[in-house]
């Protein structure tokens, strides 16, 4: 399965070892989906997990979240879209998810942002919360 994770999934994964954002990413990890995403979407990834509130609340150093983005960038799979969408007016960013999404061709869109969760489904693809999502991968397992 192909899918997208919005950046608060990936920053919420330095929150807790056993949230559903970190589970999706040690999923990730077992390659149990594949992970695809755009140089902009990457770039708001590693925007955001440079904050300062994040860095202090999880300890990170430069050396920890270079670590984090190369496993990431390893483990994704790269598009380019070569268009741009303007269905999110209250937060434009959530645009580059969307973007990612079509061009990527993906399965899901995994977000906890509000504005992409109120759409529900973006052009036949679905939009899970982090938990959702690792129901799905749970059943897929079930059925391989």
Do not use: W
């Not at 270079?66 to 790269?78: D, H, M, N």
């Not at 268009?83 to 999110?88: G, K, P, T």
């Not at 759409?119 to 679905?126: A, M, Q, R, T």
């Amino acid at each position: 399965m192909r899918a997208v994770l919005d950046t608060n999934v990936v920053a919420s994964s330095t929150l807790s070892r056993t949230s559903p954002p970190a589970q999706i990413l040690e999923r990730l990890q077992r390659r149990q989906f594949e992970l695809v995403v755009s140089t902009a979407l990457f770039a708001e990834y590693e925007r955001v997990l440079r904050y300062p509130h994040i860095r202090a609340r999880n300890g990170f150093d430069d050396s920890l979240i270079a670590a984090q983005l190369k496993t990431l960038r390893k483990l994704s799979s790269p598009v380019e879209p070569d268009f741009s969408i303007d269905v999110v007016k209250d937060d434009p960013d959530d645009n580059r998810v969307l973007e990612c999404a079509l061009t990527g061709a993906v399965g899901v869109i995994v977000s906890g942002d509000k504005h992409l969760r109120r759409l529900v489904v973006f052009e036949g693809i679905p939009i899970l919360l982090p938990a959702a999502f690792l129901a799905v991968l749970d059943a897929d397992d079930e059925i391989t």
